[in-house]
């Protein structure tokens, strides 16, 4: 199993999440939602290039030249209380059958079933060991159960599950599921999708058992209301892809939904200060949801 950062909050727990609830949840409830849902683009992209689509959260439409993958499908309008912020970037019944489905952990709001139960994808589901239970009946033709760093081949295409600082419970009772990342390497381009993590050493053994051009990494929810140690904030970030040795940055899990103390636009002004710090300003793509990025 990758780092498990396990369950209890950190003191002060109580104070966080009154601010939480007050501050971002309740305003977000009466808050009406911003962006426009568009239609994918249908025809694939050159060979050896890559385009990549931010859907919102840490939701992603990958395609390559001969193959296609949907990452951590979501969405959803809520999470309980909490509402999302900014609609989903692509009309999910417009997406077309993709190859794969990639489940990064069992959270609400990554593996959100209604989403899932509407995507198809002809070779089925990816999920971390320990999750085969909650997508079983979701009518995918395949599912597949991953370890860390076990590698999936098809046809031209291998998905390698990667490991990160998190937890996997989709209950508190239920804290055998694995989480983590995935590589997907198809043509000539390696995406590196993080899934969730703190920072942690194991960027470092990613970057050095694999080549990576893009890397997907979060950037929100660092002011964490339990006050535990399960995101990174941006410099975080900024350095994990150091550590990776990718190409290129595109950040995900900000701006979607409110799940975290930390003001709603400090994640990108961080991380652009961080990267101009840094002065690797041109290394780091902010997209548009629903708007693909093609490298």
């Known amino acids: 199993m990758a780092n498990y950062s396990g369950l209890k909050p950190q003191k002060g727990w109580p104070v966080r999440n009154y601010k939480f609830l007050r501050h971002h949840i309740v305003p977000g409830m009466f808050r009406r939602r911003a962006g426009n849902k568009l239609e994918p683009v249908a025809e694939p ?95 995918f033709p395949c599912v597949h159960e991953m370890r860390v760093w076990d590698q999936l081949d098809f046809d031209e295409m291998q998905i390698i599950h990667t490991p990160s600082h998190h937890w996997g419970a989709r209950y508190l009772h239920d804290s055998h599921r694995d989480y983590g990342g995935y590589i997907v390497r198809a043509g000539d381009k390696a995406v590196f999708h993080c899934g969730d993590s703190a ?11 694999h080549d990576i051009d893009i890397a997907l990494m979060p950037i929100g929810a660092y002011e964490a209301p339990s006050g535990r140690d399960v995101h990174m904030n941006p410099e975080e970030a900024v350095q994990a892809f150091i550590d990776i040795g990718a190409k290129l940055m595109i950040p995900m899990h900000y701006g979607t939904f409110p799940l975290g103390n930390e003001p709603h636009d400090e994640p990108v002004e961080r991380l652009l200060a961080e990267a101009d710090r840094l002065g690797i300003s041109e290394q780091v793509l902010i997209p548009e949801e629903g708007v693909g990025i093609e490298w």
């Not at 840490?58 to 912020?85: C, E, I, M, T």
């Not at 920072?199 to 058992?209: D, S």
């Open 199 to 209: 920072y942690f050493g194991g960027f470092k053994e990613i970057g050095a058992r």
């Open 45 to 139: 992209p050159s060979n050896g290039e890559v385009r990549i689509t931010w859907i919102g959260h840490a939701s992603f439409y990958l395609q390559f030249a001969g193959h296609s993958v949907v990452v951590d499908p979501n969405w959803a309008h809520w999470h309980g209380p909490v509402k999302r912020r900014r609609e989903p970037g692509l009309d999910l019944l417009c997406l077309p059958e993709v190859d794969l489905v990639l489940v990064t952990h069992a959270h609400f709001d990554h593996l959100h079933k209604p989403s899932l139960k509407i995507l198809q994808a002809r070779e089925g589901v990816v999920v971390p060991r320990g999750s085969r239970s909650l997508v079983s009946k979701l009518n």
